[in-house]
């Protein structure tokens, strides 16, 4: 591995940023010329155009042959979006999480994380089930149109983030370019990245998997942790949340659809994957629910904290466990029996506790 390989990588990451932000302003501005709801635009065009990075970079490793970088990207993804990035905006400012995500968006991201798990338990993603994926997804933006006409027309005012009021947007060509722009930097962008990190994998003796898990996986996040983020710091804690959730369903549906039924051959699953890393998926997004589901639908800062250092401990136990001696014995203990268990029961408490003992309105802020 040389100094280009590390530059390729952080220009790969550049250009997935720049394109999914040109893409998600480009797409926002049409909809809502075309008539289309913010608050669709919101559900659909700013999550699944966060996610445009993991799309890239997942089909293009499909066709390279890399399916654990795809797979490993979706998951690693899905985690670091809840834990990290959730935790994050957790520690800027308690989230206050709306009644639509407890009942309807955080239950289907379960049960498609459930779903995947199903389908890799057989070691790979067969091309009828990533049809099924991908079927989901169309299936999950017609029924979010069809909600959406449903709503109050207070709601139908809201804005989408990365969508500009109609007085203000631009002439159609520039949003076009802005579209086409941002499709081009996603293609080579994800191209590059793809590249580099398989290098690095091979130079340090990781598995593709793992630089799926790790690397990849927080790169393509990007988008999704400078929107939450700034949602946060502005106070639109509910979008910070929608922004995540949305993109993790599209995720599984969408980017897992596209990428099986794109590649020469099935997607395959390790093991590992089947036996590891979608469970954690699985149990991360699961534990959503304590969390939101508490007496004011509030993610606390110190929740915040552990959902980051719960990170912090999974991706260094996936990067220790694949190197040459493995994981020692002891921290594979302490991660399964100490860690996990410590941290669902805090949040089981927290959740009971919220329930029971209202909060005052200062902790809010």
Known sequence: MDAMTIVMLIAGLVLLVAGAEGLVRGASRIALAAGISPLVVGLTVVAFGTSSP?????????????????????????????????????????????????????????????????????????????????????????????????????????????????????????????????????????????????????????SELVIGLTIVAAGTSLPELATSVLATIKGERDIAVGNVVGSNIFNILGVLGLSGLVGKNELQASSFVQDVDVPVMILVAAICLPVFFSGRNLMHRYEGFVFVLAYVVYVTYLVWNSSDGGAPGWYTDIVWFAAVPLAVVVVLVTAWRDRHHPIPEEALR
């Open 54 to 206: 993991e799309m890239a970079v997942s089909v293009s490793a499909v066709r390279d042959g890399a399916s654990d970088i795809a797979i490993g990207n979706v998951v690693g993804s899905n985690t670091f979006n809840i834990l990290f990035i959730l935790g994050v905006c957790a520690l800027v400012s308690p989230l206050v999480i709306s009644w639509r995500l407890v009942r309807l968006e955080v239950p289907l991201m379960i049960a498609v994380s459930i779903l995947l798990w199903l389908f890799v338990l057989d070691g790979e993603i067969a091309r009828w089930e990533a049809a099924i994926l991908f079927a989901g997804v169309i299936g999950y933006t017609v029924w979010a149109i069809r909600a959406s006409r449903k709503e109050s027309a207070a709601a139908q005012e809201m804005s989408a983030p990365g969508a500009e009021p109609p007085d203000t947007a631009s002439p159609w060509y520039v949003n076009v370019g802005y579209v086409v722009g941002g499709l081009v930097f996603l293609v080579i962008g994800s191209n590059w990245m793809v590249d580099s990190a398989v290098e690095i994998a091979e130079t340090f003796g990781l």
